[in-house]
């Protein structure tokens, strides 16, 4: 069974356009190839416009598409960089507190009353009871 050609324009059967943005491309297409008249350069003319369009059609989302690749790219290297900043940051603040420690562990030990096991039981022993009588 073979399909029998669609001469009407209202008898086409578009894709679903929920945004709209082929309704006059469609509707003038229409009224174009409605003016072919039957002409074969005509015809030639429509069909070589037609791949014209579509070829710009495709190269135009291509080009989209590596346009938000490479403002996507930018955007994942401007991270990294501020990442990296803040890793850096963090890593010179992490090294000043150890110094800080380090400084204050050996004040401590400056401090610190030095002290042996035998000076602290000197120290701890009571006194002998020298009043026997």
């Known amino acids: 069974m ?9 008898k086409l059967k578009f894709p679903q356009d929920t945004v709209g943005f082929t309704s006059s491309f469609k509707r003038e297409t229409a009224r174009a190839i409605g003016r072919i008249g ?11 416009t037609l791949d014209i ?18 403002k996507r790219d930018a955007q994942i ?16 603040r992490i090294a000043q507190k150890k110094a800080e420690i380090d400084m204050l ?3 401590i030990t400056r ?3 030095k002290t042996t096991p035998e000076a602290v039981k000197k120290a ?7 009043t026997a009588g």
């Open 2 to 10: 073979t399909k029998a050609p669609i001469t009407q324009a209202a």
């Open 111 to 113: 401090l610190e009353p």
């Open 38 to 48: 039957g002409k074969e350069a005509n015809l030639k003319i429509m069909l070589d």
């Open 53 to 70: 369009l579509r070829q710009y059609a495709i190269d135009k989302c291509e080009a989209q598409g590596i346009a938000v690749v490479a």
């Open 105 to 107: 562990e050996g004040e």
């Open 77 to 92: 290297e401007q991270a990294k960089v501020a990442i990296a900043a803040d890793q850096k940051r963090k890593a010179i």
């Open 124 to 130: 701890t022993k009571k006194p002998a009871n020298k």
